[in-house]
């Protein structure tokens, strides 16, 4: 358990994976002093926040107050105060298995302490960074770019293949978006997908090999150090900074409303070795008639892998269509459409001048030849079989006109 001390007047270091914590000297007021406070946590776990406290009156009552970084909200927690006077010491443990907080993420707390004659005392907001201390890491920069990995685990030829990778993707996905660049980008590359997981399943999405933090400019994904790594890079790497130059350029409001097949489908399509296995799932969709419809892709994948798989398949491929039929701008068009508050399906209108079910149409009838009859007959619907059964029905009597006129 990783543990931040904050003591009167005295400053202790905790080793910082990311960053460094901010240490304040007690504050006191009206008969109450701050003597102590301290944070300790395991990554994935819990976090438990103590604080000790003198009071030369009753004490009544202790609140703690947290958040992070990007939280638009504060958090507020009542602490239960066993002893009214002298030093008082509480704690307050947060299972964040249940309750997460984010992850790599800044957390900014204080208290507040009141006494029975109606004196308060405010401490000084602290932060510490929430980073996956089950491990030592290790890291290798360049401007703009970390690559964090395990101490025992790798080594620098393998950061450099990372950061070399990165910095690639950042220019070529740039050139197509021309996005700010954020202020820094924190690559963690994990061992194992085992060893991900407590940071993945924080957000639901535990059987993918990555994740991009883009409020934070942060990326894990898991590599093992062995042969063939830099193939998974070429792979993750670029897919997940497509999520944070996306995020950078439509902003922390816009991209709520980015749907996520135009958010995943730019980050698969970008990736720079592609994953065969999507085009074959398309093709065996396709062929079942178990394709996906667009509408359904709007909003954040289902979490089953299966249908996730197909998602990120049916959106890289619909992307790549875009591209080709209404160029390259036409990603940022749509970007701009939805960073302005457009619907899934209307964004699709304002920037493509199409609508969003002609998009799908098109698109379909673009997987294959002979998906075209397909998709007319689809978009025909009942008004085809009604045509064909006037036929059907005719043609019996035409044929006995005809024979009733030869005789």
Excluded at 70 to 99: C, F, H, M, Q, W
Excluded at 295 to 312: E, I, Q, T
Aim: proline fraction near 5%; glycine fraction near 8%.
């Amino acid at each position: 358990m990783r543990r931040i001390r904050l003591v009167s007047g005295i400053v202790i270091c905790a080793a910082a994976i990311v960053g460094s914590l901010s240490i304040v000297a007690s504050v006191s007021a009206e008969g109450m002093a701050v003597v102590e406070q301290d944070v300790a946590y395991s990554f994935a776990q819990q976090v438990t926040f103590t604080l000790a406290v003198t009071s030369s009156a009753e004490i009544s009552e202790i609140y703690l107050f947290f958040r992070g970084s990007k939280d638009p909200d504060t958090e507020k927690v009542a602490v239960a105060v066993e002893n009214g006077a002298g030093v008082i010491r509480v704690s307050y443990t947060r299972d964040v298995g249940l309750y997460p907080l984010p992850p790599f993420d800044q957390i900014t707390y204080w208290w507040q302490i009141e006494d029975v004659a109606g004196n308060r005392l405010q401490t000084e907001p602290e932060e510490f960074t929430y980073a996956d201390n089950r491990f030592e890491w290790r890291a290798l920069s360049t401007p703009g770019i970390s690559v964090h990995w395990i101490e025992t685990r790798g080594d620098p030829a393998y950061a450099q293949t990372a950061l070399d990778i990165a910095q690639a993707s950042v220019e070529e996905i740039n050139a197509e978006l021309r996005a700010p660049l954020p202020d820094s980008l924190d690559i963690f590359l994990y061992d194992t997908e085992y060893h991900l997981e407590g940071a993945m399943v924080l957000a639901g999405r535990d059987w993918i090999g990555g994740q991009a933090r883009p409020e934070l400019g942060v990326v894990l994904v898991a590599v093992p150090p062995e042969q063939g790594y830099g193939s998974r890079m070429k792979r993750y790497l670029p897919h997940e900074i497509t999520h944070l130059l996306v995020y950078e350029l439509v902003g922390s409001e816009g991209y709520r409303y980015v749907p996520s097949w135009l958010d995943e489908g730019l980050a698969t399509s970008n990736e720079q070795l592609p994953t065969p296995e999507y085009a074959l799932a398309l093709e065996e969709a396709q062929q079942a008639d178990g394709l996906l419809s667009l509408r359904d892709l709007c909003v954040p994948f289902s979490p089953d892998p299966g249908r996730a798989f197909l998602s990120y398949a049916q959106s890289a491929s619909v992307v790549r269509f875009i591209r080709q039929q209404y160029g390259g701008d036409a990603v940022r068009r749509l970007l701009a459409a939805y960073a302005d508050g457009a619907s899934c399906t209307s964004g699709v209108d304002d920037a493509l001048g199409i609508s969003f079910s002609r998009l799908e149409s098109d698109w379909l009838a673009s997987l294959s030849p002979a998906t075209g009859w397909r998709v007319w007959m689809d978009r025909g619907g009942v008004w085809i079989g009604l045509w064909v059964l006037t036929i059907l029905v005719a043609v019996p009597m035409i044929g006995h006109l005809h024979r009733g006129a030869g005789r």
